[in-house]
């Protein structure tokens, strides 16, 4: 019902910045808010950054300051502007759609996720 497709990822150096974008497609009408998820090997999948339709955002604190979430409706996709990185972002970023399906109930979708690497 609802496609996502991270881009964006990539090898950085410590300190330097990386732009991560999530395509939503499908039945992008029944997303409501959109959020940033990352995951290292062996560890949880934990939430980055959170955006909900109206804009509002939230962010974990470890990444407050440095990254900023922001959506772009009208081409279907969210944005994670990240500066300032450290090694400790390296990860594998995902793309999270929170819907809402005809009985009122939610449901999440989920891209592949993005590799990011930060060297020291």
């Not at 992008?28 to 959020?35: C, E, K």
């Not at 470890?62 to 081409?75: E, L, M, P, W, Y």
């Amino acid at each position: 019902q609802v496609q996502l497709v991270e881009s964006g990822g990539g090898l950085v150096q410590a300190g330097g910045s990386l732009r991560l974008s999530c395509a939503a497609s499908g039945s992008i009408f029944s997303i409501n808010a959109m959020s940033w998820y990352r995951q290292a090997p062996g560890k949880q999948r934990d939430l980055v950054a959170h955006i909900t339709s109206g804009g509002s955002t939230r962010y974990t604190d470890s990444v407050k300051g440095r990254f900023t979430i922001s959506r772009d409706n009208a081409k279907n996709t969210m944005y994670l502007q990240m500066n300032s990185l450290k090694p400790e972002d390296t990860a594998v970023y995902s793309c999270n759609a929170e819907t809402t399906n005809p009985w009122g109930r939610p449901y999440d979708y989920w891209g592949q996720g993005t590799q990011v690497t930060v060297s020291s």
